[in-house]
Each structure stands twice: as structure tokens, then as C-alpha cells.
């Protein structure tokens, strides 16, 4: 059987739609359980019921209560989409992105009741790119978790499966993101403003204000702020310094933030290239929420 979210409003007409799981799990005819509580007495009742051999859970984004966690027969294993301890929590695959992590990887855990501490089972790695997005990363880690999930049950159901204490000293916890977070502070340094604008994308994004409507920046590249004369040196960080063909100049705390891909509020997706043809941009335009 498959657990997963109630069915949600979703669109412009806010028609209920399936969690993606769901049309998968009836596509093959595996049975769906939507508990709105998944410490309904009811909910554990049916799970009992199964008598399962095991739970594997998935970005379920629930914690789950003891009761449940000692019934399986093998246990509850969970995919996590980062090398724990590093990163637990609701938003490690953006979080990594932002923070400039060379790698980044899966992780198979044995499940307990605080938050991504279990016992690790395997652990699975890969590099980041030079420009990657949340969105890249987390399907890689998609791609990677299916594979290592499976290795994990066949090591549990032989009786193989290692429990790796995990070293709490080397723990960090990332909460859930809102899009409140994807407000650039053109106070930073235009390299971790760059991150905020891959590990944001596709979701929440990173946006500002370009004469009164939301402007979101999809792909960015920075430059030193050496070659600029004094008095764009001096401006405000957050000033247009700098407009060529292909894209546009921001000044930041440190360094330039060269805008190559964005989207006006209304508008869909484009190339700075293709904005600058039909927007009227001039240098000392100051963006600001």
C-alpha cells in the first residue's frame, strides 16, 4: 500500500488534484491511504491490518510516532536527500545549492522519532555542478534514492543491513522554506546572491521589485566591480551599473550580479536579451522590495 498527502486544491480552479504518488500507486493498482493525521488511531488500526514487513518513507513530510515505527517487521527506513548528518531537515537539497557544497548525495536511514537522526544504513554521492539548480540536484537525488532504497531493503531482508551511529557535532537542521526567503538583499556578495538564484529555483525563486512589479531572476553569472567607474562603485547596492546585449548589471555588496534570464510579474520566462528589447532599463535603476 501507499500513504501518502490528502488530495489538495491546485490551479485556477482549485480542482482537487492527486499527490503525484497517488496516480502512480492506482495506475498500478497498489491500494492509497490519505490519513489528514497520521496519529489517527483509525490510520494505525489500517496499517496494523497490513501487517507490513516493512515502511519506507519518502519526503513524507511527517514525523512518525513510535507506534508506528515498531511495527514493522525489518522497520522504518527513510531517503533522505543529503549526506546526514549534514543538512537535516525539510530543505537540504536548496540549502547545499545556496551554501556552495561541492557534493551532495542520498542517505538510507533507519527511522527514529526526532528528525533524521536514525542509524544510517548506506550513504550515496555525487558532485555538484558549477550550475546547479535545486531542481537539477533533486531530480540526480531522485534518480540516485530509488536504486539505494532498494540495496537497503535487500540488506535488511538478509539480515545485513548496518546501523551507523550518526556524529551529532556534525549535525545542521534546515527548516522548511517560504518565499519570503527568495527577497535578494542586494547587501550580500553577488556570489551567494548567484547560489540564492540556483538553489531557489524552481521553487520558491529568488525575485526583487523593478518599478513597483516582481521581477524573478532564473539565471544570473557575477563579475568583480573593479572595472566600474568611482561613481558606480559608490551607488547603492541594488543599482542597475551595467547594461550589454545579452543581460544587465546589479551592484552588489560584493561584486556584480549579471541578470542573463528573468520573468516580469505576468510575463513568462525570458532571456535578459530578449527583456532588454522591450523594456526601457537604464543604468542607475535601483531594485528594491
Known amino acids: 500500500a501507499v500513504v501518502t498527502q490528502p488530495d489538495k486544491p491546485k490551479g485556477r480552479g482549485h480542482e482537487m488534484a492527486f499527490p503525484p504518488v497517488k496516480e502512480v500507486a492506482l495506475a498500478h493498482g497498489i491500494p492509497v491511504l490519505q490519513p489528514e493525521k497520521i496519529r489517527n488511531a483509525e490510520f494505525l488500526d489500517e496499517i496494523k ?170 539565471r544570473a553569472r557575477t563579475f568583480s566591480a573593479g572595472h566600474l567607474p568611482k561613481e558606480a562603485k559608490t551607488a547603492e547596492p541594488g543599482t542597475v551599473v551595467a547594461i550589454e546585449r545579452d543581460g544587465f548589471g546589479i551592484l552588489t555588496g560584493d561584486g556584480i550580479l549579471f541578470i542573463t534570464e528573468l520573468q516580469m510579474e505576468g510575463k513568462k520566462r525570458m532571456t535578459a536579451e530578449e527583456f532588454l528589447r522591450g523594456y526601457p532599463l537604464k543604468t542607475g535603476t535601483l531594485l528594491r522590495n
Open 49 to 218: 491490518k497490513w501487517n507490513p514487513d516493512i515502511i519506507a518513507v519518502a519526503a513524507y513530510g511527517k514525523l512518525l510516532p513510535k507506534e508506528l515505527l515498531l511495527l514493522p517487521r525489518l522497520g522504518c527506513i527513510n531517503v533522505h536527500a543529503s549526506l546526514l548528518p549534514k543538512y537535516r531537515g525539510a530543505s537540504p537539497i536548496q540549502w547545499a545549492v545556496i551554501n556552495g557544497e561541492k557534493k551532495s548525495g542520498v542517505t538510507i536511514m533507519h527511522m527514529a522519532e526526532q528528525m533524521d537522526t536514525g542509524d544510517i544504513i548506506l550513504s550515496k554521492e555525487i558532485e555538484l555542478s558549477e550550475e546547479e539548480t535545486a531542481g537539477s540536484l533533486h531530480d540526480k537525488l531522485a534518480k540516485l534514492g530509488g536504486p539505494a532504497l532498494l540495496e537497503a531493503m535487500q540488506l535488511l531482508e538478509l539480515g545485513q543491513a548496518p546501523r551507523i551511529s550518526q556524529k551529532e557535532e556534525e549535525a545542521t537542521y534546515v527548516k522548511m522554506l517560504d518565499k519570503s526567503i527568495g527577497n535578494l538583499n542586494f547587501h550580500q556578495p553577488a556570489e551567494l546572491l548567484e547560489r540564492y538564484i540556483r538553489g531557489l529555483n524552481p521553487w520558491p525563486s529568488a525575485y526583487t521589485k523593478l518599478d513597483g512589479k516582481t521581477v524573478k531572476f532564473w
